[in-house]
């Protein structure tokens, strides 16, 4: 049986790539996310901040949303 492969892998996205698509770092959206409790509220609500608040296409808003949850521990890196 094949080993899984992560869906979209937003880990190999550098923080230069997502500064230059997004006008911030990981480590700004991290910051961002943490202050409007994403932990808490769940994806749906991240992307939706991020799109609504911070302007980003929604393409770029599920990848920062999927990057944060998986380096907080809230998502699998298959799913």
């Known amino acids: 049986m ?3 492969k992560p869906k979209d892998d937003v880990r ?3 923080d230069s790539e997502v500064l230059s698509a997004t ?3 990981w480590e700004g959206w991290f910051a961002a996310l943490d202050e409007v409790g994403v932990e808490e509220k769940g994806h ?3 992307v939706r ?3 609504e608040h911070q302007g980003l296409e929604e393409k770029w808003a599920e990848k920062v949303a999927r990057r944060y ?3 907080r521990g809230l998502r ?4």
Do not use: C, N, Y
């Open 2 to 4: 094949a080993t899984p």
């Open 12 to 14: 190999r996205i550098t």
């Open 23 to 25: 006008g911030k770092d």
């Open 44 to 46: 749906t609500h991240a």
């Open 49 to 51: 901040f991020l799109v």
């Open 69 to 71: 949850e998986e380096d």
């Open 76 to 79: 699998s890196l298959m799913a």
